[in-house]
């Protein structure tokens, strides 16, 4: 291999360990004007693109112990590398994807599996990651919520019932 494929490797090899998952795409017909403003917008999710050789990703892919991407590397790839927010960076990229209809999602890797493009579309179409937090806290504290309601009304019955019967026999 020659020296600058060397150097191309080892640079797509520390982006794939830095972010641990990517998605590949079809890139046909996207003006490098629109290539710009895919690249900012994952720039602002802490996302990295590129355009790659198949044969250098497959490289890569196989010195990091990535298996099952060989029927996806056929034609022009492109490749984002996804940030800390993987469903951030997967959003961005579906929906520029979806508006300018001239990039199609290959597959993605998350978690060390290799899945095709319309669980990666699924993943897009989740909710932002705060608003998933907030589902998990409020199903958490609902029950708890009811507990102490149930907790509360028995106590409250306790003290009419002390009550009761202190003004009965203060009445006698």
Do not use: W
Request: with cysteine; glycine share 8%; hydrophobic share 45%.
């Amino acid at each position: 291999m020659r020296p600058e494929k060397k150097i191309a490797v080892k640079e797509m090899k520390q982006k794939l360990d830095a972010s641990g998952s990517f998605i590949l795409a079809d890139y046909v017909g996207i003006s490098a004007e629109d290539m710009n403003k895919l690249r900012t917008k994952l720039t602002e999710k802490s996302a990295d693109f590129m355009i790659v050789k198949n044969r250098l990703f497959s490289k890569t892919a196989e010195e990091s112990g990535i298996d099952g991407l060989g029927q996806h590397l056929k034609g022009p790839t492109a490749v984002a590398f996804l940030g800390k927010d993987v469903i951030a960076g997967t959003k961005a990229f579906v929906d520029f994807g979806r508006e300018s209809g001239k990039l199609a999602v290959k597959c993605a890797m998350f978690n060390n599996k290799v899945i095709d493009a319309g669980k990666v579309r699924e993943l897009a179409n989740l909710p932002p990651r705060e608003v998933l937090l907030g589902i998990v806290a409020g199903t958490i504290q609902a029950p708890i919520s009811a507990f102490v309601r149930v907790l509360n009304a028995r106590l409250s019955s306790l003290v009419y019932v002390i009550n009761a019967i202190l003004n009965k026999k203060e009445g006698n």
